[in-house]
């Protein structure tokens, strides 16, 4: 089925440091999601954007954070600087147009950030 | 504000066995989207089953569940649970007017020869 690819599998990096995480989207998707997972909780929703916009964000998505996806290129997530509290396995999702909030989600393996 | 609750945080069961993981859920939304996720050791969470019709069973590869508005619930169960099926289970809720999905804490269902 439909794939979400994300850069790196596994990041490490001093706090303060700047840290882009990278995402594939499945290739017609038009919505495009992160999620955050500290170990041993559930997954947490931070950010949706369509149409070269932030259409939702929840308050886990820091001024800190930033997410873009130039044309034709990554979806990304910016932490500018990091934290010890972002240290967290981060999701990757798409979905289609068709059925807006209804459509299935697709994620993506994962990005395993730690912040030392 | 929206929550989703899975009482079970693992179920170890035998081959063969019926399987049956809760999800209740909170909103004050008269139409929420409800989703079964299942994620594989070492794989992405990937849809099982989404429902937003209240009293329609809604099944998929062997799993189904039904949406009930009026006890707010949406539980996942199989007939006879195989091998195969071990996995983390994620029940997850849409409220109307979003595109977040909010996710209960997960049932790591490990199913024993």
């Known amino acids: 089925g439909p794939k979400v690819l994300q850069i790196p599998s596994h990041q490490i990096i001093d706090m303060g440091q700047m840290v882009t995480l990278n995402c594939d989207p499945v290739?017609?998707?038009?919505?495009f999601y992160w999620y955050k997972q500290i170990l041993g909780q559930q997954m947490e929703f931070l950010v949706n954007?369509?149409?070269?916009?932030?259409?939702?964000k929840s308050k886990l998505f820091k001024d800190q954070f930033s997410v873009e996806r130039p044309d034709g290129s990554y979806f990304t997530l910016k932490i500018q600087p990091t934290a010890l509290e972002d240290s967290a396995v981060y999701f990757c999702?798409?979905?289609?147009?068709?059925?807006?909030?209804?459509?299935?989600?697709?994620f993506g393996p994962g990005t395993r950030l730690t912040v030392l | 504000g929206d929550s989703v609750t899975q009482t079970e945080g693992l179920v170890t069961l035998t081959e063969g066995l019926p399987v049956m993981l809760n999800c209740t859920y909170q909103?004050?939304?008269?139409?929420?989207?409800l989703f079964w996720y299942v994620q594989h050791l070492n794989e992405s969470p990937r849809l099982l089953l989404k429902?937003?019709?209240?009293?329609k069973r809604t099944e998929h590869q062997g799993f189904h569940a039904t949406l009930h508005k009026s006890s707010s619930s949406f539980h996942l169960q199989k007939s006879s649970a195989q091998l195969s099926d071990s996995a983390l289970y994620y029940c997850?809720?849409?409220?109307?007017?979003?595109?977040?999905?909010?996710f209960g804490s997960g049932t790591q269902l490990t199913v024993m020869p």
């Open positions: 999702a798409s979905s289609s147009l068709q059925g807006q909030f209804y459509a299935e989600q697709f």
């Open positions: 290739s017609n998707h038009l919505y």
């Open positions: 954007f369509y149409n070269g916009k932030v259409m939702e």
């Open positions: 909103t004050i939304y008269s139409n929420p989207f």
């Open positions: 429902s937003f019709t209240d009293n």
């Open positions: 997850a809720l849409i409220s109307s007017g979003s595109w977040q999905l909010i």
